[in-house]
């Protein structure tokens, strides 16, 4: 069957970083995602990774690791704002997203 | 960037009615829009996948009579909850994807349906 794995819940403080682990067996892959998600709310894209290594966009990092069927989100300087969950999602041999979770990230002062 | 809206936001009815959810791409052709259920602290569960001019695709468990799927242009997909129960209150959530940026899904602001 198809799995992504991510913890459940993960708190940070402020001006910290955090880590997201995610780690996936689907069939086939075409690409991970990481998307944000505010309670109520529709996600909202992050990052995209379809080839090893660690992109970065500003306060957010995504790293993959293909062999390893590993990613994750990296937070840095987090902000009050960022407590939200975040979605892993990787895109099979389909081009179907199979969907985590979520991590439910809860930042403290 | 592109923009998906949905309507309504939020809609309440009564058991046995039918509602329907409108999705609309706004700045770009959707070749593919996808709709998803959530419910509270769940993630994400896809129920059907459509394109425009042809059939959508359900996922497995999903009533395709119960969850009407229109998809009859490049900016508008249609979800009708039919005979609609208190157990199918959630939050609909569309995605669409454009025709030319393969890997990006574009998500709208979801619709909260409540059944009483």
């Known amino acids: 069957g198809q799995n992504i794995d991510q913890p459940t819940e993960m708190t940070a403080t402020e001006g910290a970083i955090v880590q997201i682990n995610c780690t996936y067996q689907?069939?086939?892959?075409?690409?991970l995602f990481w998307y944000q998600q505010h309670a109520g709310e529709a996600p909202t894209f992050l990052s995209y990774n379809v080839l090893d290594g660690l992109e970065e966009k500003g306060r957010f990092s995504s790293f993959l690791s293909r062999s390893k069927g590993y990613s994750y989100l990296l937070l840095k300087e987090l902000q009050m704002k960022d407590s939200a969950s975040y979605l892993c999602a990787v895109r099979d041999s389909n081009y179907q997203l199979i969907w985590g979770a979520g991590t439910k990230l809860i930042i403290k002062p | 960037g592109a923009v998906v809206s949905q309507h309504p936001s939020r809609v309440i009815c009564k058991s046995g009615t039918s509602v329907k959810i409108e999705c609309r791409s706004l700045d770009f052709q959707a070749t593919t829009m996808f709709w998803y259920r959530q419910f509270p602290k769940q993630s994400l569960m896809l129920m059907a996948t459509s394109n425009e001019g042809s059939k959508a695709t359900y996922e497995q468990g999903v009533e395709k009579d119960k969850f009407l799927i229109n998809h009859a242009s490049l900016t508008l997909s249609t979800l009708t909850v039919t005979s609609a129960h208190p157990e199918d209150s959630s939050f609909y959530i569309c995605s669409a994807r454009d025709g030319r940026a393969d890997y990006e899904q574009y998500f709208g602001p979801g619709t909260r349906l409540t059944v009483t």
């Open positions: 689907t069939s086939g892959f075409n690409g």
